[in-house]
Nanobody, 124 residues
Framework: QVQLVESGGGLVQAGGSLRLSCAAS????????MGWFRQAPGKEREFVAT????????FYAEDSKGRFTISRDNAKNTVYLQMNSLKFEDTAVYYC?????????????????WGQGTQVTVSS
C-alpha cells in the first residue's frame, strides 16, 4: 500500500519556522517529482513548492519564494519543506504529493498520490 505521511506541523508564532516532512512508503518515489500544496479554511487547495526527481530542480509559488525551501532525501524516500518567516496567511493544512513525472510541476493534474495533510497554524 502506497502511503505519504506528513509530519512536522503545529502552532508557531508569526516570524517563526517549521520543517515539514513527508515520508513515503509502499514504493520508491526516487524517480518522481514531489510537491507540497496547502489548503486554508474556505479556500481552494493551492500549490506551494515542487522538486524534481534528483532534487536539483525546484519551483515555488510566488508567496513561497525566499521563505520556503523544498528538498528531498531519496535514500530515505522523504521530502521536506523548510518554512521560515511564517505569516498568519500561511495557516493551512499542508499536503505532500507525488507526481506521475520526473520533472517538477505546479499542476494538480500531474500528481497521483497524496498524503492526508498536516496542520500548520501561525498565530499573529
Amino acid at each position: 500500500q502506497v502511503q505519504l505521511v506528513e509530519s512536522g506541523g503545529g502552532l508557531v508564532q508569526a516570524g517563526g519556522s517549521l520543517r515539514l516532512s513527508c515520508a513515503a512508503s509502499g514504493r520508491s518515489f526516487n524517480n518522481n517529482a514531489m510537491g507540497w500544496f496547502r489548503q486554508a479554511p474556505g479556500k481552494e487547495r493551492e500549490f506551494v513548492a515542487t522538486i524534481n526527481w534528483s532534487g536539483l530542480g525546484t519551483f515555488y509559488a510566488e508567496d513561497s519564494k525566499g521563505r520556503f525551501t523544498i528538498s528531498r532525501d531519496n535514500a530515505k524516500n522523504t521530502v521536506y519543506l523548510q518554512m521560515n518567516s511564517l505569516k498568519f496567511e500561511d495557516t493551512a493544512v499542508y499536503y505532500c504529493a507525488a507526481a506521475r513525472r520526473t520533472e517538477y510541476s505546479a499542476y494538480f493534474r500531474d500528481y497521483i498520490y497524496w498524503g492526508q495533510g498536516t496542520q500548520v497554524t501561525v498565530s499573529s
